[in-house]
Every structure is written in C-alpha cells, then in structure tokens.
C-alpha cells in the first residue's frame, strides 16, 4: 500500500475527483493549506498599495491505494492537475505499513 500526497490548485479538485472516480479510486481526503514553493507567493495590489502573499492557497488530496495502482493515480492527477504553469503542485508517494478500517476490525488492502 502506498499513501499519495498531492498539493494543488483549488481550482483543479474536480477535475481530479473526476480522475480518480474514474480509475476506481474509493476515498480520499481534501484539506485547504496554505504554503509556498519556488514561487515564493505573489504581490497583489489592494487600495493603491502593493503587499506580498507570502502563502497561497492549495489544496492537499491524501489517499491511500493498492501498490498495484500507484502509477495509474500518480498519472492520473498529473493529467488533471496540469495547468503548465508556475505552481501546479507536488505529488508525494510515501509507503505504508498499515491500514485498519476502524468499524470492521479490517487489516490491510481490505481496508482501504
């Protein structure tokens, strides 16, 4: 099992719920973070005076999936999160010991 981290744009979650439904992905989960990477924010004008936004708004997909398919999902929300331009995200893949579905007492692939 592998767990996927992937920081996007807000504007482009549909598109990749779509993505994932599509190859049969089951769950995930969305937060709204705030960060920055090579970007380092943006300057937006408000009233005549010029600020920096240091942290732009993202959203972080996390969800947990069969090794088997962990080309397929990466795939899939690179597809649909690619904008081709500055700040489209990042895709983490971490591995996974464990999962157990907390009402069922299932270990494992049956859990997810």
Do not use: C, W
């Not at 996927?4 to 504007?11: S, T, V, Y």
């Not at 924010?41 to 398919?69: C, I, P, S």
């Not at 999962?99 to 692939?109: D, F, K, N, P, S």
């Amino acid at each position: 099992m592998r767990k996927i981290e992937a920081i996007i744009k807000p504007f482009r979650l549909d598109a990749v719920k779509d993505a994932l439904n599509g190859l049969g992905v089951t769950g995930m989960t969305i937060s709204e973070v705030k960060g920055f990477g090579r970007q380092r924010g943006h300057k937006e004008v408000y009233r005549g005076t010029e600020y920096q936004v240091d942290f732009v708004a993202k959203v972080k997909v996390e969800l947990v999936v069969a090794a088997d398919m962990l080309d397929k999902v990466v795939a899939a929300i690179v597809a649909a999160a690619n904008t081709n331009k500055v700040g489209d995200g990042k895709i983490f893949v971490l591995p996974l010991e464990a999962a157990v579905r907390i009402r069922t007492g299932e270990a494992g692939a049956a859990a997810i």
